[in-house]
């Protein structure tokens, strides 16, 4: 069976530091994975997303990229955190299946910036 | 262009009561329509999702949702509902580039 990882569970980083959040999926092959962000009492903004290995789209501009180094790994970064970074950051996964992907998400990456 | 709206921001109801949730959406063609729930610091679990064909749609936990293209609704029902069910609820819309709705935070009362 598929399952996705994601590290670390909480992060707390100062204003203008680096950021790395890693998400793993094993027991599948070319998955599509996603990066949201969740803000408190707000609903999913769609990130990035990727379709292959190097392979990435952005949905917002931000302080925020993305890089897939390998098919089953997707990292999100950023070189200088802002106090608006902070949020519920989840990755997700999807195999396309004639058009019908079913996203299924990680446990998520709670991220607080001071 | 896509989008989900999710008009009941909270939604409190007592143990063994029914419950419906609601979720209209916007998209351009035949929509694929999901509904997810997340528990506090969790992340989201698929209750179901809906693609084509029958369109009263069964998920995990008790629920069910209907497609209602003449409404452009997909709302989540459950006939009786217990404790366990008091989380976020949040209904999507799509494929690859999915739009999720606000979210509908679901409190049961004992």
């Known amino acids: 069976s598929q399952t996705i990882h994601q590290w670390p569970a909480t992060l707390v980083q100062p204003v203008g530091s680096p950021l790395s959040l890693e998400c793993t999926v094993e027991?599948?092959?070319?998955?599509?994975l996603y990066w949201y962000r969740q803000a408190a009492g707000r609903g999913l903004q769609l990130l990035f997303y990727s379709v292959g290995i190097g392979q990435i789209s952005s949905e917002v501009p931000q302080n925020l990229s993305a890089s897939r180094p390998q098919d089953r790994q997707f990292i999100l970064s950023s070189k200088k955190l802002l106090l608006s970074d902070s949020g519920f950051y989840l990755c997700?996964?999807?195999?396309?299946?004639?058009?019908?992907?079913?996203?299924?998400f990680g446990p998520g990456t709670r991220l607080t910036v001071l | 262009a896509q989008s989900v709206t999710q008009p009941d921001i909270h939604i409190t109801v007592s143990e063994g009561a029914s419950l419906e949730l609601r979720c209209n959406y916007s998209?351009?063609?035949?929509?694929?329509l999901f509904w997810y729930v997340q528990s506090p610091g969790q992340g989201l679990q698929l209750l179901l999702k809906y693609f084509s064909g029958d369109t009263l749609v069964q998920g995990i936990k008790g629920f069910e949702a209907e497609f209602k293209r003449s409404q452009s609704s997909f709302n989540l029902r459950k006939p009786s509902v217990h404790w366990s069910d008091a989380a976020e609820y949040f209904c999507a819309v799509g494929e690859v580039d999915m739009r999720f709705g606000a979210g509908t935070r679901l409190t049961v009362k004992p």
């Open positions: 998209y351009g063609a035949t929509p694929y």
């Open positions: 027991g599948t092959s070319n998955p599509n």
């Open positions: 997700a996964w999807s195999v396309s299946a004639g058009g019908t992907d079913t996203q299924y």
